[in-house]
């Protein structure tokens, strides 16, 4: 199956608990207008009834829902208003999860899956994910982890068309540069039940950390 790629992925921002209506419309914005600038790609968590409103106002955001069994029926017109990504947890434990995604995925949207061991998705699911938020990272100091590292490259090795992000509970200068050198593709928030930046500027900060890092690593 052809796989769809983000040019840099990047997890940016929680608004599914916290940002709702008018607020989720203003950072939407901002994060759109600043991912524009620095020539990044992101992912914007949005609720499900956010996302025509969020589309209206953005353009280069890619629009991620939460998956919920609630939207089995509504998954096409959620697509048609502008959903891109649909963000799943633990996916090995759904039920019939090969037909779910299978289906998924010929509506055309991206599948991210946070998981705490991809080792242990099946194959057949990894065959139809695009990006996994890996929490193998959460507060434990970089130099403790060549067991993680090992994995990471084995993993990459073999599934060469899935991007990692690494999911932090707070994110900083130091956490993106560590992660990126590390290896990752990408860093966000662990899930979308905390509360990682409570301002906007803290929030657009970590975006221009993640340029400014990248440029760095390329340099």
Request: with cysteine; net charge negative; hydrophobic share 40%.
């Amino acid at each position: 199956m052809e796989k769809r790629s983000l040019q840099i992925s990047f997890y940016c921002v929680n608004t599914q608990v916290l940002w709702k209506d008018e607020e989720a419309i203003k950072n939407a914005l901002l994060v759109d207008k600043k991912i524009a600038e620095l020539g990044l790609d992101a992912i914007f968590t949005s609720s499900a009834e956010d996302v025509v409103s969020v589309k209206k106002v953005t353009s280069k955001i890619r629009i991620g829902i939460v998956y919920d069994p609630v939207f089995l029926e509504k998954l096409e017109m959620i697509r048609r208003q502008g959903a891109e990504v649909l963000i799943f947890d633990e996916i090995e434990a759904c039920d019939n999860s090969d037909t779910l995604l299978q289906r998924i995925k010929e509506l055309g949207f991206l599948i991210l899956v946070r998981t705490r061991n991809p080792l242990d998705i099946p194959k057949s699911v990894l065959e139809m994910v695009d990006i996994i938020k890996w929490t193998f990272l959460e507060e434990i100091p970089f130099d403790n982890h060549e067991d993680e590292k090992k994995q990471l490259e084995q993993f990459k090795a073999k599934n060469q068309d899935i991007a990692i992000i690494y999911g932090a509970n707070t994110i900083s200068t130091n956490i993106v540069l560590n992660s990126l050198i590390m290896g990752v593709d990408g860093v966000g928030e662990e899930d979308c039940g905390r509360n990682t930046y409570e301002k906007r500027k803290e929030m657009l900060q970590v975006v221009n950390d993640y340029k400014n890092v990248q440029v760095f690593l390329n340099s």
